[in-house]
């Protein structure tokens, strides 16, 4: 049974591109939510898919973006790359109304924004 | 973004020894989650909490829900090696609201 799994693991960009990250839910989920971890910080939310719609969002800037396809998976989009972008994304994957023991995170990526 | 207050920010401990962190909020939540998180790796759940006053254990971990649902607490009871890495909370406010809100974390280390 295979859990959350995000491509790439690793990637560096430059200032003022744009960068698509991937994720797989576990098996059986339903929802996916993504988080940015800024190094020596917890993770922050920065919004939800589930039914291919963004149901919540945190406190992010329209340069973030997502989709959810039909298989559940899910890609989020940075816009025009700042430096303080730079961090590890999180996916989180889970079952819609469940309770909190059902959510699980995958090993993130980690982006690196020159 | 809002992060809950999670205290101490690092422990440095002698292997064997109790080990207690905790967490506090300015708003109420309906679930309490500990997660740890080794370097490179996503966080992993070690306990949920879902009921004011509750106290769960998971092997040597034992934490609670605080009965203002505004804090919880987390014990490590003899620590050993494997116990070293950054241990999170997190809230949930419920409301049918799934947005997870973490705190900085606490980084442990444990010294044999």
């Known amino acids: 049974d295979a859990g959350v799994t995000q491509s790439p693991t690793h990637l560096i960009k430059t200032r003022g591109q744009q960068v698509t990250l991937r994720c797989s839910p576990k098996s059986g989920h339903d929802t996916v939510s993504w988080y940015q971890q800024a190094l020596g910080q917890g993770p922050q939310f920065i919004f939800q898919?589930?039914?291919?719609?963004?149901?919540q969002r945190g406190n992010f800037p329209d340069r973030f973006s997502g989709h959810q396809f039909p298989n559940y998976s899910s890609e989020l989009n940075v816009n025009a790359l700042l430096l303080g972008d730079s961090a590890l994304y999180l996916c989180?994957?889970?079952?819609?109304?469940?309770?909190?023991?059902?959510?699980?995170f995958g090993e993130g990526s980690w982006l690196t924004v020159v | 973004g809002q992060q809950l207050n999670q205290s101490p920010q690092s422990m440095f401990i002698q292997e064997g020894e109790d080990v207690s962190m905790n967490c506090t909020s300015s708003?109420?939540?309906?679930?309490w989650l500990w997660y740890k998180q080794d370097p490179g790796e996503g966080p992993v759940l070690l306990i949920a909490?879902?009921?004011?006053?509750e106290l769960t254990s998971n092997g040597r971990l034992t934490a609670q829900f605080g009965i203002t649902r505004k804090d919880s607490f987390l014990n490590i009871s003899a620590s050993i090696p494997s116990d070293v890495g950054i241990y999170f909370c997190?809230?949930?406010?419920?409301?049918?609201?799934?947005?997870?809100?973490f705190g900085k974390g606490t980084k442990l280390s444990v010294i044999p």
């Open positions: 909490l879902y009921k004011a006053g």
């Open positions: 997190a809230g949930l406010p419920g409301a049918g609201s799934y947005q997870l809100t």
């Open positions: 898919y589930y039914e291919e719609e963004e149901r």
């Open positions: 708003s109420i939540f309906n679930t």
């Open positions: 989180a994957s889970s079952l819609y109304g469940y309770s909190g023991n059902t959510i699980y």
